[in-house]
């Protein structure tokens, strides 16, 4: 029991340090425009094929995941990734 408690603090430390970004899965992208809509830092546009995807680059994602729960054809997904800091 004496290593649970240091092992689950280690990993918890570690998540702590993930953060997420949205990655729009182009094939399931309708174009409906709900992420560009309702995206909050407003970094979410159409491409040139009328897609809606992440325009500015994804390090600017606060990985707050509103276009991943309005998305109505789930073609969003949030990958964690490391924060530098």
Do not use: W
Not at 56 to 61: A, F, Q, R, V
Not at 63 to 83: E, Q, T
Request: charged share 25%; aromatic share 8%.
């Amino acid at each position: 029991m004496k290593t649970a408690l240091p092992k689950l603090q280690k990993k918890i430390r570690e998540l702590s340090k993930l953060s997420y970004k949205a990655i729009t899965e182009l094939s399931k992208c309708k174009s409906c425009g709900t992420c560009v809509i309702y995206c909050p830092l407003n970094i979410r546009k159409f491409n040139d094929e009328g897609k809606a995807i992440t325009i500015i680059t994804e390090s600017y994602c606060g990985g707050c995941s509103v276009c991943y729960h309005r998305c109505p054809n789930k073609a969003i997904r949030l990958v964690p990734f490391r924060n530098i800091q």
